[in-house]
């Protein structure tokens, strides 16, 4: 890890699909689809970090309308499929929101997401991160992608400001 996370500041969270939101394993049925499943509790998340105002972002390499379907149910608003090249829709996105890369958390776990990664303010990766993205990260979930690591990242960052619903 580069350096210590320090979520207070962060104002928006990006986020890759496969191997975030998705245990990276693709489901293939007899016509071709792919298919990819998603934990709820990430979503619930996903909905409670927008509904107090945070920016989220979805930038991804794939292309998969049952993942679209999914992200747009859920709010976001900011779902990029098909993207190659991350880093310049990052900073565009950031320019759109009016936020510094300080102020922003990216979550990625292979090799397209590095770049992204090294950028944020806090760049962090599941447990199960391939070895360049766990190098590189500051902050290292303890969870596996598709198993809540989305949803430890939004929590920390709400807690952290005092967003998160008290018990």
Known sequence: MRKE??????????????????????????????????????????KMALGVNLNIGVITGGNSQG??????????????????????????????????????????????DLACIQYAGIGACPANAASEALKVSDYVSPVKGGAGCVRDVIERVMKSQNLWPAV
């Not at 890759?16 to 792919?34: A, H, I, K, N, Q």
């Not at 565009?92 to 929101?97: K, N, P, V, Y």
């Open 5 to 46: 996370a320090c979520f207070e500041n962060i104002q928006a969270l990006v986020f890759d699909v496969d191997g975030v939101f998705t245990d990276s394993r693709l489901l293939v049925t007899e016509r071709g689809e792919l298919l990819r499943r998603m934990n709820t509790r990430d979503g619930l998340a996903v």
């Open 67 to 112: 993942v679209a379907l999914r992200l747009r149910g859920l709010g976001v608003e900011h779902y990029f499929a098909g993207v190659s090249d991350k880093l310049p829709v990052l900073k565009q996105l950031l320019d759109e929101w009016g936020i510094s890369p300080e102020a922003l958390l990216y979550m990625g776990d292979d090799l397209p």
